[in-house]
C-alpha cells in the first residue's frame, strides 16, 4: 500500500468507530541475540545453541531493526516471536496506515544472501541473527511469516526483498543451504514468487504464482504494518544428530531501499524432531495395502539410551515402546523419545493410510462354440470392464491359468479352451495387488437359424447395399431376450472372436447370394451364433424397355406390359391393376410390375397425341426457270413429312429448283394419321417461239395463265412500242402486228398476275 492509499486508509480507521478495538503486536527490541534465541526461537532441551550474534541498524538509539514481538491478543497468527526487519523493527505493528520505507544506503547488505539468492546486484540494508546448535535428534523445524511493503499493485509483480535462511555444519565441511524456499521446491520465498493473479494476468499485471502460500493483503486494521504477507510457512531440514551446526538468518533489501520487508519467526517454533519418513496418504499416492503386500515399519532409533512411545491419534499405544514400530490400520501416529534421561523429548509424526481392498470377486466371460467341439476361443480382456466396475483404477497386470501365477497366459485375446476358471492378476492405482477368477463358460442358448433375408436389386448386377441393424437384426432377435446385441462377421470365426466387424451398412461381396455370420452377444457375453444368408433378386428386364406411342385425332389405343407378373399397376386415373389398358389421352403412363420375388420394375408409355395436317397455304416463287422453290404452310398437332411426287418425303416443307409444271403437294403425318394432299402450279414463260405455221410452237403464251383469267400480258418491241397484248383466257401472240409478221428479234414482256408483275423477255424466230 503506498502513501496516498495508506493515508485514504488511516482517514477511514478515524472516521468509524468500529475499527478502534482492533488489537495489534508489540515489540521489544532490548532482546539481546542470545535472548532472542533461547528464550523465544528455541526454549527447548533438545538443542544445545551457542555462539549467539545479531547485526542490523541501531538508526537512533534504543531503536533496531531486530525486536521479540508479542501477538498481544490479536488475530496474527503466532502468539510470539521475533521480527527481523529492513527497518526499524518498532515500525512492524499494525495498524497498516502507513508507509514502511525507510534506511540507509550506507547499510550495507549481505554477501551470503546474494549467493543463496543468485542476485546479481548488491543487497543493502540488512539484518542478521546467527547461532550454533548442536541437535540430539535428526530433524529440526522451525516457522515463520514473511510480510512486505512491496505487495501492493503492480509491485508484486517485479520486486521483492530478499530473505534466507542458510544452514551448514559448523566445521564448515559443506556449503550453506537455504531453507526458506516453497515446499518441495528450490524456489525461494519471494514477494515475486507468491502472490494471487495481479490485474487481468497480462501486463502490466502478472498470473497468480504459488498462490496457496499467500497469506492475504492487509487492510488498515491488520495487526502489522505491512501490504501483505505470506501463509506461516515451515522450514525445515534434516540434520544428524549430536553434529554442531551454524544458522544465519538474513533479511535485506534488493535493488533499493524502498518498500521495506520483515521475517516474523515463530516463538518456539524450532523443533528438533525425529523424521519418521513421508506420509504414507492416498494424497501422496503412497498408501499402504490392506492385503498386508506391502509394510511401514516406523523406525524412531536414535543413538543412545533412549526411551520411547507410540501414540496413535495421540493415544499412547499399549506396549509400543520400541524404537520400531509397525502400524496395521489408518491413523496419526506418533512417537515420543526421551534421548539419553534427560529433559528432552523428541517426537516425530507420520500419517498411515491403507488403501481400500480390492473386489476379487469372480467375474464370467461365456463364449460361443462355433464348431461343436466343445472348446471356444476366450478374449479374455472381456472381464475387464466387469474388473474395473468391481475396482476403479485398476491396471491390468498379466492372466494365469493358476491361481498363484506360475501358468502365464500368452494370448489372452485368443484363448482356446472348454469351461474352466483361469486368473487375473491386478493392481490398484497405488500398486497394491489381487487376483480375480474369472469363469470360463460356453454359452449354451438356442437361436433358430433365419430363412435367407432376401431383396431386390435394381441394378441387376446382384450387389446390394443392406443395413444389417434395420432389415436383419429385427428377424434374428425376434423371440429373444430383450437387450441382445447383434453384430455381424464374414466367417464364424471372426463371430467368435469379435473381430473384423462389418459395416451396418454392408455391400455383398459375392453377387446374387452371400453368407455371413451374426454373432449375438449379452454385454461382453456370447448368447450365439447363426449364420444368415442374404439373397439378392433381380428383376428380368425382357419387355420394360420405356416405350413412345402415338394416338391419332384422339381415338384410344392400347398399352401393353409384359405378361407372366403376379401384380402389375398403372398411374392412370383408374389405377388399372390389369396388363393391358386404353388411353385416349396423351400423357406419361407409368406401369410398375411385380416379380414373384417381389421385386419391382417399371415401364413408362409416353403418348403423344397427332392428327392429320391441314395445309394452309403453298408459297410459290416461279417464273425463275428451272431454280423456282416450293413452300408448304401445314397446321396440326401431328411430326409431318412432305413430297411433290407423293413417293419421296422430307421433313422440310421448302422445295428449291422446282421445273415448272403441275404439281400435288403432299404432308404425311409420320405416325400414320393420314396424307393431305392439295394441287398447285409452277408457271413460267417460253424463252422463243417460232411462228412458221408449222403447228409447233406457233404461239408465244404462258401455261397454266387460263388458272388467272383476269390476268393481262403485254409485248414490246425493243423500242418499248406495244405489238401485243391478251389476257389470261388468250391463246398468245402469233409473231403479227396488224396481221404482218414482225421481223425474228428479241421482244419484251410484262405480265399482271394478282399482286405480282413479271418482267423478261423472249425471242421471236423464223
Known sequence: MNDIRKALSLGLLIGFATTADAQYITTDDHYTAQQLVEDVLVNSPCANVENFT?????????????????????????????????????????????LIDEGSPDWAGDTDLEQALNLTTPTKNATVLEFDFTPLSNHISFDYIFASEEYHGTATCQYSDGFAFLLRPADLSEPYTNLAVIPNTNTPVLVTNIHPQVGNGTSPGCPAMNES????FNGPDAP????????????????????????????????NIRYDSAIFLGGGSFRVQKDLGEDRTMANGNPLCADGSNTAILDATEPGNNTYQWFRNNIAIAGATNPQFQPLQDGDYSVEITLNATACKSTGEIKIEFAAPLDESTVGIFQCDENNDGMAIFNLNKASDRILDNNPNVSFINYYEDASGTNLIT??????S????????????????????IDLQIANNTVPVPPPFKTCDDDTDGLYHFNLPAEVTPRITTGLPAGLDVNYYLNPQDAAMGQNELSNDYYNTEAFQQQIWAAITNGPDCYGLIPVNLTVNIFPTAGMEDMVDFMCNGVAIPLEAPAGFPSYSWN????????????????TYIVTVTDTNGCTATKTFVVTGSEKATIDSVDIQDFRGDENTVFINASGS???EYSLDGQHYFDNPMFTNVVSGEYTVYVNDKHECGITTK????????????????GVNDYWQIPFLRLYPSSEVIIFDRYGKVVYGFSGNGSGWDGTLNSKPLPSTDYWFSISITNRIIRGHFALKR
Open 54 to 98: 545479531v547485526n542490523g541498524d541501531t538508526f537512533n538509539p534504543g531503536e533496531t531493526s531486530y525486536a521479540f514481538f508479542n501477538g498481544n491478543g490479536s488475530s496474527f497468527p503466532f502468539a510470539n516471536g521475533i521480527v527481523l526487519s529492513t527497518a526499524r523493527a518498532n515500525r512492524s505493528p499494525g495498524p497498516n496506515n502507513n
Open 213 to 216: 502460500y499467500f497469506g492475504g
Open 224 to 255: 502489522i504494518n505491512f501490504n501483505g504477507q505470506t501463509a506461516v510457512m515451515t522450514a525445515e531440514s534434516a540434520v544428524t544428530p549430536n553434529v554442531k551446526y551454524h544458522i544465519k538468518l538474513v533479511i535485506a533489501d534488493f535493488k
Open 411 to 416: 494370448t489372452p485375446q485368443s484363448y482356446t
Open 418 to 437: 472348454g469351461p474352466k476358471t483361469v486368473y487375473i492378476k491386478i493392481a490398484n492405482q497405488y500398486g497394491c495387488p489381487g487376483t480375480v477368477p
Open 572 to 587: 392412370d386415373t383408374a389405377n388399372s391393376t390389369t396388363r393391358k389398358i386404353n388411353v385416349d389421352q396423351p400423357g
Open 638 to 640: 401431328g411430326d409431318y
Open 679 to 694: 394441287s398447285i402450279f409452277v408457271m413460267d414463260y417460253p424463252k422463243f417461239f417460232t411462228p412458221n405455221n408449222d
